[in-house]
C-alpha cells in the first residue's frame, strides 16, 4: 500500500525533531547522539521522498497545509542544522546593553546564553543590517533571560518571513507554494530560524510592488532587506529594471523615488539603532573559515594542497586568497551578464519581463552565495526564494528542487558541518566542476564559430 506523501513527511519531520532531542547538542558524542545522527539522516531521506512526490501538486492551500503539518514537530524541538539562533539572540542582548555589534562578538556582555553559542562565533563581530540587530535586541528584551522564548520568538520572525515570501510570489505568479514545503525551508528556516527568510520575503514584496507601479515601497522593502543582510543589494538594480521599464514605456522619474526609498529606510533605521555602515568591517569575520562549498574557496584549498604536496605549505592561505579574489571577479562579470540580459528583455517587452528579471535577480543572489568566501546551505535561501516567485521549467527547476533536497545533508542536527570532514574530496570536486563548465562553455564557443550565419 503507497503511503500518502503527507504523512509520510510528518513521520519523517517527528523522526527529525527527535534527533534534535538527541544529537541537538555538540557534545558529548556518545551513544545517544550516535543515534541521533542516525535517526536524522533516516528524517531526512524519508521527507526528501515524501516532498519530491508533492512536486506535480500544484493546489497553494493543499500545499500550505502540508507544509503546515510537516512543521509541527519541528516547533517543539531544538533547533538543528545550525546553532545561529543562539548567536542571534546574544547579538540582541548585546544590543540592548548599547554594545556596538560591528566591533565585538558575544562574550563581550557576556551574554546570559554565552554557552549555547558556537565557540566560533563567540568572539566574531556581526555582519548584520540595523533592522535585524533591532529585532533581535526585541526579542531579547521580551525573552528577559528565557532561552526557549527567544528561540519561540526568532520562529515566529523567520515565519514571517516565509509566509512575505508565499504572499509575495503568489501575487508575482499565481503559482504554487512547493518550496514552502521543501526540506530546505524546514530544516533552515522553521527548526533553524535562520534570518535569509525574512530577507528575501522584503525582497520578493519589493518585486510585488514593482508590478504594481509602487517605486517607492519597492525600494522601501529593498532597504529592509539590505537592513537585515547587505547582499539583498545584489537584487536591486534587477528590481529598477521593473520599476524603469513598464508596460506603456519608460518611467525615467521612477528610478529616483526606488533610489530614495532604499537609502532613506536604511539611513533611518541606521540612524535608529546606531549601527550603519560598520558591517563593512564585520563582513571580513569569516573570511578565515576555509571550506569547499565556496567554489572559489575549494579551487584555493585544492591548489593549497598542491602546493603542501611540493614542499610549501605556507602558500595554503595565499592560494586560497587568490582563488576569492578571482571568484569576485568572475561573480562580478557574472552579475553584470545577467543585468544585461535582464535589461534587454525589459527593454525589449516590458510586459513580459517580470518573469525573467526575477530569474536573473534569484540566479544572482546564487552566485553571490556560492561565489563569495563562504558559502553554507542557508545562504541559498533568498535565491531559491525568487525563484520560486517565477514559473520554474525545465532544467532550473529540476536543479531547484535537487538543491532544497540536497542542501539540508551537508549539516548534522548539532550544526557540525560535513564540508569540515571532506575538504581535501570537496576541493578536487570544486576543480572538477570549474573544468568541466570550462569545457562545456570552450565547446559552446566553437559550435558558435563553426555554425554559418542564416542569410536573408
Same mark, same amino acid.
Given at each position: 500500500m503507497r503511503l500518502n506523501p503527507r504523512w509520510l513527511g510528518l513521520a519523517a519531520t517527528t523522526l527529525l525533531a527527535l534527533s534534535g532531542f538527541l544529537a541537538g547538542k555538540p557534545l558529548p558524542h556518545d551513544a545517544a547522539w550516535v543515534t541521533g545522527v542516525v535517526v536524522?539522516?533516516?528524517? *531526512?531521506?524519508? !521527507?526528501?521522498?515524501?516532498?519530491?512526490?508533492?512536486?506535480?501538486?500544484?493546489?497553494?492551500?493543499e500545499l500550505l497545509v502540508t507544509a503546515a503539518i510537516w512543521s509541527a514537530p519541528l516547533l517543539v524541538a531544538p533547533p538543528m542544522g545550525a546553532l545561529d539562533v543562539y548567536a542571534y539572540a546574544c547579538q540582541g542582548q548585546l544590543f540592548d546593553a548599547g554594545i556596538n555589534l560591528y566591533e565585538h562578538g558575544p562574550s563581550a556582555l557576556p551574554c546570559t546564553w554565552l554557552s549555547e553559542v558556537p565557540p566560533l562565533w563567540r568572539d566574531t563581530p556581526t555582519p548584520y543590517g540595523p533592522l535585524w540587530f533591532a529585532l533581535s535586541g526585541g526579542v531579547a528584551w521580551l525573552a528577559h533571560g528565557h532561552l526557549i522564548l527567544a528561540v519561540g520568538l526568532f520562529r515566529l520572525l523567520a515565519i514571517i518571513g516565509l509566509v512575505l515570501c508565499v504572499a509575495a510570489a503568489h501575487r508575482l505568479t499565481d503559482g504554487n507554494a512547493l518550496l514552502a514545503a521543501s526540506p530546505l525551508v524546514l530544516i533552515h528556516v522553521v527548526s533553524g530560524v535562520h534570518n535569509d527568510i525574512l530577507l528575501a520575503g522584503f525582497l520578493l514584496t519589493a518585486f510585488a510592488f514593482t508590478t504594481r507601479g509602487r517605486s517607492g515601497a519597492?525600494?522601501?522593502?529593498?532597504?529592509?532587506?539590505?537592513?537585515?543582510?547587505?547582499?539583498? *543589494?545584489?537584487?536591486?538594480?534587477?528590481?529598477?529594471?521593473?520599476? *524603469?521599464?513598464?508596460?506603456?514605456?519608460?518611467?525615467?522619474?521612477?528610478?529616483?523615488g526606488f533610489t530614495a526609498a532604499l537609502l532613506a529606510t536604511y539611513a533611518v533605521l541606521a540612524a535608529a539603532t546606531g549601527h550603519g555602515l560598520g558591517f563593512l568591517r564585520a563582513l571580513g569575520s569569516t573570511a578565515e573559515l576555509k571550506q569547499w562549498l565556496s567554489i572559489p574557496t575549494g579551487v584555493g584549498m585544492a591548489a593549497g594542497y598542491v602546493l603542501r604536496a611540493a614542499g610549501r605549505p605556507a602558500a595554503f592561505d595565499t592560494a586560497v586568497a587568490v582563488a576569492r579574489a578571482l571568484g569576485f571577479v568572475v561573480l562580478a562579470a557574472l552579475l553584470l551578464i545577467l543585468w544585461w540580459r535582464a535589461a534587454r528583455t525589459a527593454r525589449r517587452s516590458p510586459g513580459e519581463a517580470l518573469d525573467p528579471v526575477l530569474t536573473a535577480a534569484g540566479l544572482a543572489l546564487l552566485a553571490t552565495a556560492v561565489l563569495g568566501p563562504v558559502f553554507y546551505a542557508w545562504y541559498a535561501l533568498a535565491g531559491i526564494a525568487l525563484l520560486a516567485g517565477t514559473h520554474l521549467t525545465g532544467r532550473l527547476r529540476t536543479g531547484v528542487?535537487?538543491?532544497?533536497?540536497?542542501?539540508?545533508?551537508?549539516? !548534522?542536527?548539532?550544526? @557540525?558541518? @560535513?564540508?569540515?570532514?571532506?575538504?581535501?574530496?570537496?576541493?578536487?570536486?570544486?576543480?572538477?566542476?570549474?573544468?568541466? &563548465?570550462?569545457?562545456? &562553455?570552450?565547446?559552446?564557443?566553437?559550435?558558435?564559430?563553426?555554425?554559418?550565419?542564416?542569410?536573408?
Open positions: 536524522w539522516f533516516a528524517g *531526512l531521506l524519508l !521527507l526528501a521522498r515524501a516532498w519530491w512526490s508533492l512536486r506535480g501538486v500544484s493546489a497553494p492551500r519597492a525600494g522601501a522593502a529593498v532597504g529592509l532587506a539590505a537592513a537585515v543582510k547587505i547582499t539583498a *543589494l545584489v537584487a536591486a538594480p534587477f528590481a529598477m529594471l521593473l520599476v *524603469l521599464f513598464r508596460p506603456g514605456g519608460p518611467c525615467r522619474r521612477a528610478p529616483f528542487h535537487v538543491a532544497v533536497v540536497g542542501l539540508p545533508f551537508l549539516t !548534522l542536527p548539532d550544526s @557540525l558541518g @560535513l564540508a569540515t570532514k571532506t575538504k581535501l574530496p570537496g576541493a578536487v570536486l570544486d576543480v572538477a566542476l570549474v573544468v568541466t &563548465l570550462l569545457v562545456r &562553455l570552450a565547446r559552446r564557443q566553437t559550435r558558435r564559430r563553426q555554425t554559418p550565419e542564416l542569410t536573408d
